[in-house]
């Protein structure tokens, strides 16, 4: 056959082969930052990523650095509000660039969330009290230092210190930080070598293949962790070592308009032990302002069609909200469905903090909330007994490789009406 240049080079990636001492498979907040630890680490670290970046779960995330308030306010405090207490200041340091991974370029949509009540009979601060000794506690605002919106509202309103993070933003900065390292591709096999470590076959998304020898594998891929661990199956391991995975679904409403239409909002309207809805204001491409609903509202509206959860939000809203205009003509709503990818517990509990388990050098993680990143990847680390790379770092694996995009987030593929 006649070899063209091109043809030549093609040829060429289908022979590529490639040496590491970890491959993480999935590229949302969990996989990405653990790949930056690894690297800090000196180990030579790639990331292969099957869609794009964040897709299901990161890119949806409201982009709320918890410290835990939420555990306090059911009363019930889980071994895990530990860990998410500590979370906040860890990524304080990467924001201001005290630490890696480097999130100076991330955008903070603001430094604290509000939390406010619908009704006047508790106070917040009593509720939260110090009941699992937060890093950051709510503190009661003055009635006329309350934003606009929240003017008219019957019970406290409180300023909480949790940033709100823009999730396309931090996942932009993680793949610009890490491009080189990233595969656009699909995994095909994975086989277990006689010597210790994997052959892992993945096709890349330009029609090539690309063969990867590693040392371990970090599965970081959300709801996709079970296919991966069904692709392991003929690998023989104990069956208690192989984790479960349970979904936990979503149904998030949203509301969009320009600016003047709808004010700049971050928060959680609590009823009892619950937040009734969580608010997060992100702007869309065309200079619109979106709010995100979540809390009970979503949770409970998976049970709902999109045109009752539509309804359901302005509903909510109308009363969480006593001086919002939930049918003015300026504002479009829309709804989406997701599912939390978590290990499977009794009940369909939430877990308790970041789940990260080892057998065989086969790593999987599940961090639970997207603040516990950097608390997977510490898990993850923990259980890397390797202190240098035997081949001397690689650090562009994937240099002549496709690299897969960050997401587009939910309000810019949503049916808005
Ligand atoms: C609506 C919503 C709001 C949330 N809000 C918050 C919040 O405010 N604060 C908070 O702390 N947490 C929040 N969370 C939880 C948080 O988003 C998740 O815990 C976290 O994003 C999970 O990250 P992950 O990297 O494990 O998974 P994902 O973000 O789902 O990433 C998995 C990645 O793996 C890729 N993948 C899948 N299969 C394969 C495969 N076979 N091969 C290669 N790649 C694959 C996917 O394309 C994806 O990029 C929210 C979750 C949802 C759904």
């Known amino acids: 056959m006649f070899l063209t240049g091109s043809s030549h080079r093609i040829n060429q990636h289908i022979m590529s082969k490639v040496n590491l001492d970890t491959l993480i498979i999935g590229g949302g907040i969990a996989g990405l930052w653990t790949l930056d630890r690894q690297i800090e680490r000196g180990l030579s670290t790639g990331l292969v990523e099957s869609g794009r970046l964040g897709e299901g779960q990161s890119i949806s995330a409201q982009g709320i650095l918890h410290g835990g308030t939420k555990y306090a306010l059911s009363g019930i405090v889980p071994t895990g509000a530990r860990e998410v207490s500590a979370m906040p200041k860890r990524w304080e340091r990467s924001l201001t660039g005290a630490c890696l991974p480097d999130l100076t370029h991330t955008r903070v949509r603001t430094p604290q969330c509000h939390l406010w009540r619908t009704d006047s009979v508790r106070s917040i601060v009593g509720m939260v009290g110090a009941k699992v000794g937060l890093a950051v506690t709510p503190s009661v605002i003055e009635p006329k230092n309350r934003p606009e919106i929240l003017k008219s509202c019957p019970g406290d309103v409180a300023l909480l210190p949790e940033q709100v993070i823009e999730m396309p933003s931090v996942l932009e900065t ?50 996709g962790n079970e296919s991966l661990l069904r692709l392991l199956e003929h690998i023989p391991a104990s ?68 045109e009752a959860q539509r309804l359901e939000s302005m509903s909510c809203l109308a009363s969480a909200l006593p001086d919002f205009n939930a049918h003015s003509e300026a504002l479009t709503w829309a709804t989406y469905r997701v599912d939390r990818a978590e290990l499977k517990t009794r009940r369909w509990a939430r877990p308790d903090g970041a789940f990260v388990n080892g057998f065989d050098d086969v790593i999987t993680v599940w961090p639970t909330k997207m603040v516990l990143a950097p608390n997977a990847a510490e898990k993850v680390d923990a259980l890397i007994e390797q202190t240098s790379s035997d081949d001397g770092t690689c650090s562009t694996p994937f240099i002549e490789q496709p690299t897969p995009v960050v997401a587009s987030p939910p309000w810019e593929t949503a049916r808005w009406s």
């Open 174 to 223: 993680l793949r610009r930080t890490h491009e080189d390292r990233l595969l656009h591709g699909t995994v095909q096999s994975i086989s277990k070598e006689s010597k210790g470590g994997y052959t892992v076959t993945i096709m890349a998304h330009h029609g090539s293949s690309v063969t990867v020898r590693t040392n371990r594998i970090v599965l970081a891929a959300g709801r």
């Open 239 to 306: 069956a208690r070592a192989r984790p479960e995975m349970q979904l936990r679904p979503l149904h998030m409403g949203m509301v969009r308009g320009a600016p003047e239409a709808l004010p700049e909002l971050n928060g959680h309207c609590v009823d009892g032990g619950q937040t009734r809805v969580t608010i997060t204001s992100s702007t869309a491409r065309n200079g619109d302002r979106v709010w995100q609903l979540g809390g009970r509202l979503a949770e409970e509206g998976c049970k709902r069609s999109e």
